[in-house]
């Protein structure tokens, strides 16, 4: 048994009506990113339910949260490719947290990775009060020029 599968066991034992996150990844699935699954094991041992948009694989059901998956991209080799491959994952993206919204009511909602698309995604849950954070995960020269 995994470190997550333990901690979400722990989780499902101490009760409900806690607060819920929704972690979104634009571009790697919840089984392949490690930064990922240590943040869903920290937060779920704080009692915090958590909830993950990514893409799909077969791998994410194995971690035991609720998914919010869409099929992934087909990976870009040009600039054009680039703006169809964000493109399609900002509507792919758009459309789960919409589901995700009416299945569950966020009290956050954590954006990760480069570049910073998805803020008018999240504007009617800034409006609603929810938190809206943005996880800089990778180093980018305007960061460090700033």
Not at 86 to 97: A, E, F, P, Q
């Amino acid at each position: 048994m995994s470190r997550l599968e333990r901690v979400r066991g722990r989780r499902q034992v101490e009760g409900v009506g806690r607060p819920q996150v929704l972690l979104v990844v634009e571009n790697v699935p919840l089984a392949r990113d490690h930064r990922l699954r240590k943040q869903v094991e920290a937060l779920l041992s704080d009692g915090i339910d958590v909830s993950v948009l990514c893409p799909a694989d077969p791998g994410n059901a194995r971690t035991g949260v609720p998914l919010y998956e869409f099929p992934p991209p087909a990976p870009a080799t040009s600039k054009l490719g680039f703006l169809r491959e964000y493109g399609y994952s900002w509507v792919m993206t758009g459309i789960r947290l919409a589901q995700a919204s009416r299945v569950t009511r966020f009290n956050g909602i954590q954006i990760a990775g480069n570049p910073d698309i998805y803020f008018p995604l999240t504007l009617p849950h800034r409006w609603l009060g929810r938190s809206v954070v943005f996880d800089q995960r990778d180093p980018a020269p305007e960061v460090y020029q700033a």
